[in-house]
């Protein structure tokens, strides 16, 4: 069974710039997270998606994040313009189901570095 | 606000030397406490979820315990390949929505 596959691995921007990660989910999961972690500090909620819909989107810090999941299928998460505040690593995870202690996958994450 | 808070941060042991990892937390409403394992360049990996205190859930060399007030994740007899980050996160809202600790990283050494 196919992992959560998240891409680019690395990606190197200057501020001002614009970047866009994606992610797609294990086959079948209807849900899908964005967490990141910033140099130094804890893994943090950003959004979650039941299949197409914004389920909660209470973690994005700003409007220059935009997050989109097409057909329920793969999620992109859009940053522009980039901040030199936006450089960490952005987990992407899926799970079957939201129900309490539903264990979540998650891939590899992208190391975005805002220069 | 919740919070979670992982000790120690870091943590040598040589193979073999028992010990455990604590995660403290402080939330409105615990749904579930997780711990994940955490390699170099990968993502979290899930290992337990526990709902109340008293509970235990037991993977080979790891055992997880909870309290009203903390977890400890026991390491009996590590092996080198036991090194990695040992994340705890909880979850109070509901939907998987949740807080994680900063980890406690820990070495195994022959």
């Known amino acids: 069974e196919a992992g959560v596959t998240q891409f680019p691995s690395h990606s190197v921007i200057e501020k001002g710039q614009t970047v866009t990660l994606r992610c797609d989910p294990i086959?079948?999961?209807?849900?899908l997270y964005w967490y990141r972690r910033v140099m130094g500090k804890e893994i943090k909620f950003l959004l979650h998606?039941?299949?197409?819909?914004?389920?909660?989107e209470s973690g994005m810090p700003n409007n220059r994040f935009l997050a989109e999941r097409t057909g329920g299928t793969y999620s992109t998460l859009k940053v522009q313009p980039a901040e030199l505040e936006d450089s960490g690593v952005y987990f992407c995870?899926?799970?079957?189901?939201?129900?309490?202690?539903?264990?979540?996958?998650f891939g590899s994450g992208t190391q975005l570095s805002v220069l | 606000e919740d919070q979670v808070t992982q000790s120690p941060e870091a943590l040598r042991l040589q193979e073999g030397e028992s010990s455990s990892l604590n995660c403290s937390y402080t939330?409105?409403?615990?749904?579930?406490l997780f711990w994940y394992r955490q390699d170099p360049g990968k993502g979290p990996e899930f290992l337990f979820t526990l709902y109340s205190a008293g509970e235990e859930k037991e993977k080979e060399r790891l055992k997880a315990t909870l309290t009203k007030k903390e977890s400890f994740l026991h390491i009996t007899a590590p092996k080198p390949e036991d090194s990695a980050t040992y994340l705890c996160?909880?979850?109070?809202?509901?939907?998987?929505?949740?807080?994680f600790g900063t980890g406690t990283q820990l070495k195994v050494e022959l």
């Open positions: 995870a899926s799970s079957q189901r939201q129900s309490v202690g539903e264990k979540l996958f």
């Open positions: 996160a909880v979850d109070t809202g509901g939907g998987n929505k949740l807080t």
């Open positions: 939330v409105s409403g615990l749904r579930g």
């Open positions: 998606f039941v299949k197409e819909s914004k389920q909660d």
């Open positions: 086959s079948g999961h209807d849900n």
